[in-house]
């Protein structure tokens, strides 16, 4: 899948990939490729620059660690990205019902009155 | 930026897959114009994921020379990368920066409307106000200037950016611009002083100490425009 196709959900994508627990860069980018049995699979590099900017956001915390002269930065989520993903995975669903709503032309969304 | 690849690659890299790696380490350290703490941490963080990636490409059966080919297409263009980078720098840079903008600029103010009050003629400090802006009129024009800009690169990031959207290459642009403002503001003040004192004029110890603080913001000011003109001009 395109990086553009995925824009706007990357940064739901990479906080969903923290959840189970802290991970460092390459290991976020191997997770979301292993858990969508490679469909998405976006240029590495990407990962980088878009956890920088969750951490400036507040919603992942990193820190370095160092084993056999290799540095490593891991990154944690924090309770507001928690509550960031819960909003994220609450809007896509909303957002999915209804695109396939209209794809499908089977008329159940909106939910009537 | 000689030496960047080497010193950012883990030491168990494969020795034959490290040269394509170094050379990738080495363009996007070109096109990080930060801080070399911050290009340092990010490099380092770049090449964990490099090595990661050539180990397990070689794990999976490739030569070292076809997993560092296959890690580079998998990383896509360092160029690319160090621009979206710069992006994410360039926003929260313009913010830091127009902040002490606007913190800075009424403290430098105040000490120089008091050097006016203590040199004065007994007007208040309305009416040194008043003479202190008529006195040096392009002071005005600078001022006029340069709040509106700063305000703008606050948006740059945090709370301002979600009330104002701009651009994170517009905020480097407008605190680039203001930060060049503040220099011509300083400069212009501590003229004036410097052609009053050879007018003959008294200078007192508080127009000392109010040079000393423009002198002071205007370097800081002259080094945070540059900063901001490249992160605007490295971003994508």
């Known amino acids: ?113 | 930026m000689a030496g960047a690849g080497v010193t950012a690659l883990p030491p168990d890299v494969d020795p034959a897959a490290r040269p394509s790696l170094e050379d990738y380490i080495g363009e996007l350290a070109r096109g990080l114009p930060v801080s070399r703490r911050a290009r340092t941490a990010i490099l380092a963080e770049v090449g964990d994921g490099l090595a990661d990636s050539v180990e397990k490409h070689q794990a999976e059966g490739a030569t070292p020379d076809q997993a560092a080919t296959a890690t580079i297409k998998e990383f896509g263009s360092p160029r690319t990368l160090a621009a979206q980078f710069a992006t994410g720098l360039a926003g929260v840079t313009a913010h830091r920066v127009g902040l002490a903008l606007v913190c800075t600029g009424p403290v430098v103010g105040l000490v120089w409307l008091a050097a006016f009050i203590a040199h004065g003629d007994g007007l208040g400090w309305r009416g040194e106000l008043t003479a202190m802006l008529s006195t040096i009129p392009t002071y005005t024009v600078v001022l006029a200037l340069v709040v509106p800009a700063a305000l703008l690169a606050t948006a740059g990031a945090g709370a301002a950016a979600r009330r104002l959207p701009v651009r994170p290459r517009q905020a480097a642009a407008a605190a680039s611009f203001a930060a060049v403002g503040c220099v011509a503001g300083d400069t212009t003040l501590i003229t004036g002083l410097i052609i009053s004192a050879m007018r003959g004029s008294d200078v007192s110890w508080l127009a000392a100490v109010a040079v000393l603080v423009s002198a002071v913001r205007l370097t800081l000011a002259g080094l945070a425009a540059r900063r901001c003109a490249a992160l605007r001009a490295a971003a994508s």
Do not use: C
């Open chain 1, 1 to 113: 899948m395109r990086a553009e196709v995925l824009k706007g959900h990357l940064d739901g994508l990479m906080l969903a990939a923290l959840e189970a627990g802290p991970l460092h860069g390459y290991a976020i980018m191997e997770a979301l490729s292993t858990n969508s049995n490679g469909t998405l699979n976006l240029p590495t590099g990407t990962i980088y620059p878009a956890l920088h900017r969750l951490e400036r956001a507040g919603l992942v915390t990193a820190s370095w660690s160092s084993n056999e002269g290799r540095r490593r930065r891991t990154y944690s989520l924090t309770a507001p990205g928690r509550k960031e993903l819960a909003a994220q995975r609450a809007n896509w669903r909303e957002f999915s019902t209804a695109v396939s709503a209209v794809l499908n032309g089977d008329g159940s969304w909106p939910a009537p009155a």
